[in-house]
Structures are given as structure tokens and as C-alpha cells.
């Protein structure tokens, strides 16, 4: 099962009863919502609405992770009336409360997939943030230093975790929501030096085990490429803020799956 964009001014028809209905699903991620925002995205939440049915935020939606950024981001994401579901980004983990984090986006009703997976008009959801470690051939391994394994072994008990949700879903479509990249595809247009620490082919070799896994969203690569795929063929596309302004003016991204 594949998934395309769409162009959310096109008018798009109604969901069809039953199961096998097309979910019209948005993404965005680095948002980076600061104490001092000013209802930034207030037109964000309100016009997504209209163009989906549901909206994945892919991450850093706030600057530090503070308290104070997620209560600026919740008075404009209130607007949105349309299931949300959710990772969190490096950035919130910045504070070192992310658990609290997460719980003010959960009792604001966001579905946040860290531990959990979510089905969705038939349509399941699954991910979690991901992290680094490099690509392909270049990916660390966990040889030498104990720092080196204890960092390779972070990368891999997230993707441990990303692969618990992906396997709580019964669902033929799914949607896997990360932070950071699968694949060096969206990546490329950062330099080269960095790209060890945007994301991690393990993420894709997970994401690779599972036929029901029909679209990959990511964010963080602010200057990576729009979209690429697993050595699978399942699409991923990068859908940071910085990237979707460089395809146009909506700020987000609209997949039918």
C-alpha cells in the first residue's frame, strides 16, 4: 500500500463508510514554539481542519521543553478539530521533563505513540522519536569504548520501542510517525558532517520488517531533502517547517493513505 500527496487546496471527497475508507493524514514537525510566541500557529490548527483528518506532529515543537513553551503551543493547537497524534523531538527533552511533556499534550488530547500505537478510522499510527547513530555502511557500531556501546545501545532500544508500537497494530495501512531520519535521502542539503546526528538507518530496518507500514514521517532535518524511501520502497518524507516552506506556503504536508 502506498501513499501520496495531496494538495490540500484541492477539494477532497468525503470518507467512505467502512474500514478501507482513505484517511487524509498532515504532517509537521519543528515547530519550535518559544515562552514568547504569540499564537504562531494559530492559522496552522485552524486551516488543518479543513484539509485533513488527521494531523501527525512529528517533534521539537517547542524550543527547551519548558512548561511554559507547551502552554503557548497548546492555546493554538485547542483549535484543531481533528484527532492529533504525536512524537516529541531532541528539543523537548532539552529541560529533562519530557514525561511532563508529554502528559500536557496527552490531557490536551494529543495521542502521543511513545509506548503506544493508535488505529484511526482504519488507519493505525504507531513511531516514536528515534535518535542518531548514521547510515548505512557509516552507521556506529557498537565496538570499542564503553561510551560508544552505551550510545549505540540508546539507538537501539528506541528503535526497540518504535518497533513495539509499529507491532501493536493490526491495521493493513499505518503510518509511522519519528523525529529523526530512516533514511540519508532527507538528510541531504545538511552537511555532511552532521548527518551521523539527524538520524539512523536502523530506524528504516525497522520499519522495513512490517508489509503494513504505508508512509514514514520525520522531522528535524531542517535543511534535508523533502522525501525519500526504505530499501523497501516505503515512502518517507521530511516534514520540519523549515523543509515544508521551501515546497510552498502551507505549513504542513497532506498524505492520502
Aim: glycine share 10%; aromatic share 6%; proline share 6%.
Amino acid at each position: 500500500m502506498t501513499s501520496a500527496p495531496l494538495d490540500p487546496q484541492t477539494p477532497q471527497p468525503g470518507l467512505e463508510p467502512g474500514p478501507k475508507a482513505r484517511l487524509r493524514v498532515a504532517a509537521v514537525g519543528d515547530l519550535h514554539v518559544g515562552e514568547t510566541s504569540d499564537r504562531a500557529y494559530r492559522d496552522l490548527f485552524e486551516r488543518v481542519s479543513d484539509d485533513a483528518d488527521v494531523l501527525c506532529l512529528c517533534g521539537d515543537l517547542t524550543n527547551y521543553g519548558k512548561t511554559a513553551e507547551v502552554e503557548r503551543l497548546l492555546e493554538d493547537l485547542r483549535l484543531c478539530k481533528i484527532p492529533i497524534v504525536g512524537v516529541l523531538g531532541n528539543h523537548e527533552h532539552e529541560c529533562g521533563q519530557p514525561e511532563q511533556v508529554t502528559q500536557m499534550l496527552s490531557d490536551a488530547g494529543v495521542r502521543m505513540l511513545t509506548g503506544h500505537a493508535f488505529e484511526i478510522n482504519g488507519v493505525g499510527f504507531a513511531g516514536g522519536k528515534g535518535f542518531v547513530g548514521g547510515f548505512g555502511r557509516y552507521m556506529l557500531s557498537s565496538f570499542g569504548e564503553a561510551s560508544i556501546k552505551h550510545f549505540v545501545q540508546e539507538a537501539v532500544d528506541d528503535a526497540n520501542a518504535i518497533e513495539n508500537s509499529i507491532r501493536l497494530l493490526r491495521t493493513e495501512r499505518s503510518v509511522v510517525l519519528l523525529h529523526y531520519a530512516p533514511v540519508v535521502e532527507t538528510v541531504l542539503g545538511e552537511p555532511p558532517e552532521i548527518h551521523a546526528f539527524l538520524g539512523s538507518s536502523r530506524l528504516a530496518e525497522t520499519i522495513d520488517r512490517y508489509d503494513n507500514v504505508s508512509l514514514v514521517v520525520h522531522g528535524h532535518a531542517h535543511r534535508g531533502g523533502p522525501e525519500g524511501r526504505t530499501n523497501k520502497g516505503v515512502p518517507v518524507y521530511n516534514v520540519a517547517l523549515p523543509v515544508l516552506k521551501t515546497l510552498g506556503d502551507t505549513p504542513y504536508r497532506v498524505f492520502e493513505v
